[in-house]
C-alpha cells in the first residue's frame, strides 16, 4: 500500500459505504504493529455519511508516542495541514490511499493507548452503531451545515463538532 500526499477538499456530503470497513481494515493491516494498535473511529467506523474521510487511531503504549510519530512519517504519513492542527503532544497525521481505483483520505489520530480519549472514542462509535435514529439525526445536521453554504473542512468541523459533544457528553 502506497500512502499518497493528503490534499485538503472541499466538505460534501457522501453516503455511508461499506467500502469505508474495508479500506479501514487494509490499513490497519498495513500500519499496525506489535506495539501499535489501529482502530477504525469517526463517522465511516459508524455507518454515517459525511466527507468520507477514514479516521483511525494509532493507539500506542507510554514510552512509545516518538516511536509512534516515526512509523506514521516512515509509511507516508504526513503532518497536518490546518490553521489549528491538534496539538503536538496529540497530533494528527494524514495521507491519502487509492482502493480499488478509487481515492480515499486518512487521518491518523495519535493517543495514548487506554486514555479517557480512547476510551471515548470506542464508546461514542459504539452507542452511535446502537442508534440508526441518532446516526441520521448526525447526518442531517451534516447536510443542514452544507446547505448554509460551509465547505471549508475546518469550518464544517467546528459547526458539526456540538452535536458530538452532546452525544459524548450523555455517555
Known amino acids: 500500500m502506497q500512502i499518497l500526499k493528503y490534499e485538503k477538499v472541499l466538505s460534501e456530503f457522501i453516503p455511508w459505504s461499506s467500502a469505508y470497513l474495508s479500506v479501514a481494515q ?9 506495539g501499535v494498535e489501529v482502530i477504525h473511529i469517526g463517522s465511516t467506523s459508524a455507518m454515517i455519511g459525511g466527507k468520507g ?5 494509532a493507539l500506542y503504549n507510554v514510552g512509545q508516542f516518538e ?10 504519513f504526513q503532518d497536518q495541514i490546518s490553521e489549528t492542527p491538534f496539538p503536538p503532544e496529540r497530533p494528527r497525521k494524514d ?3 487509492i482502493v480499488d481505483g478509487e ?11 487506554g486514555s479517557v480519549e480512547h476510551h471515548k472514542q470506542i464508546k461514542y462509535k459504539e452507542h452511535m452503531l446502537a442508534n440508526p435514529s441518532l446516526r441520521a439525526e448526525y447526518e442531517l ?17 467546528k459547526l ?4 458530538v459533544k452532546s452525544v459524548l457528553s450523555g455517555l
Open 141 to 157: 445536521s451534516k447536510k443542514a451545515i452544507l446547505a448554509k453554504g460551509i465547505t471549508d473542512q475546518e469550518a464544517y468541523g
Open 160 to 163: 458539526k463538532s456540538p452535536f
Open 53 to 57: 474521510i477514514i479516521d483511525l487511531s
Open 67 to 76: 516511536f509512534t510519530i516515526e512509523m506514521l512519517k516512515f509509511l507516508g
Open 26 to 34: 487494509k490499513l490497519i493491516q498495513f500500519i499496525q504493529t506489535e
Open 95 to 97: 495521507g491519502a490511499v
Open 103 to 113: 481515492k480515499y483520505l486518512t487521518h491518523i489520530h495519535v493517543i495514548e493507548r
